[in-house]
């Protein structure tokens, strides 16, 4: 199992749809114990979510459903293999059953192989917006760096399957009539210490995510850590 910490703040209540469960956040506060690298990834999905006034979310291998705690309004359900048993690789609901499915950091967490799949249930599950965030290929030196400090279980899938094509993500979406933009963000320098500091030194790592999110949740970038794919469905097609 990928080594993950669930957030207090939440509660995951099942629903009459095996896999899918729905988020109910009991304490907004909880956001102040996310890491800086998830804060930052979670809040630019969240802010492109309002933008875009999705009321209906599917948190798509959300883990523990943390993205409801930067949404303070609409329905968000979850779907993630560890914490409701449902695959992203077949949802099972009907065709359009959201505003918006968002999969943030979940890509380059599944084999290459299957990775059109996933873009394909994505897309017939999305009634206007498919929303992705994964790190982009500009990383991958400072991806390979971090999984030779820390031999940290996700960093190895994502040197050892390769992060996301954000060309081939825009073109597979375009199949199924989606046409977005990918907007790069988060600096890689910053990641980089804050997480080999959460990985070696977890007790120092505390004090150190609250003060990057207080402070540096916005930090510039000379490279970016992540893409941040917004699409959205063509009606006239």
Same mark, same amino acid.
Request: aromatic share 8%; proline share 4%.
């Given at each position: ?5 669930? /957030? ?17 956040? *009991? ?8 890491? !800086? ?11 492109? /979510?309002?933008?875009?006034? @999705? ?6 291998? @959300?883990?523990? @459903? ?6 303070? $309004? ?25 505003? *918006? ?31 992705? $965030? ?26 050892? !399957? ?14 199924? @009539? ?9 600096? /890689?320098?910053? !990641? ?22 207080? $402070? ?22």
């Amino acid at each position: 199992m990928i080594p993950m910490n669930a /957030i207090d703040g939440i509660e995951v209540q099942c629903t009459e749809i095996p896999g899918i469960s729905k988020v109910k956040v *009991v304490n907004f506060d909880g956001k102040k114990d996310l890491s !800086w690298d998830r804060y930052v990834r979670l809040n630019a999905a969240a802010k492109a /979510i309002r933008a875009v006034a @999705g009321n209906s979310v599917l948190d798509a291998g @959300g883990y523990d @459903g943390a993205l409801a705690l930067f949404l303070s $309004n609409g329905s968000i359900d979850l779907i993630d293999s560890f914490t409701t048993g449902g695959s992203v690789l077949s949802i099972p609901v009907t065709d359009e059953a959201y505003d *918006v499915v968002a999969a943030i950091d979940v890509l380059e967490h599944i084999e290459p192989g299957e990775r059109s799949k996933a873009l394909a249930e994505f897309a017939r599950v999305a009634r206007r917006f498919v929303i992705l $965030n994964y790190p982009c290929q500009d990383s991958r030196e400072a991806q390979e760096l971090a999984l030779k400090l820390t031999n940290n279980a996700l960093v190895k899938e994502h040197v050892q !399957w390769e992060l996301p094509d954000s060309g081939m993500v825009l073109s597979e979406l375009a199949k199924y @009539g989606f046409e977005g933009t990918v907007r790069p963000h988060t600096s /890689i320098a910053v !990641w980089l210490g804050q997480y080999i500091t959460l990985n070696l030194l977890p007790n120092a790592a505390i004090d150190l995510n609250r003060h990057l999110v207080e $402070n540096y949740a916005e930090e510039p970038f000379s490279k970016p850590l992540y893409h941040l794919v917004v699409c959205k469905r063509d009606n006239t097609r």
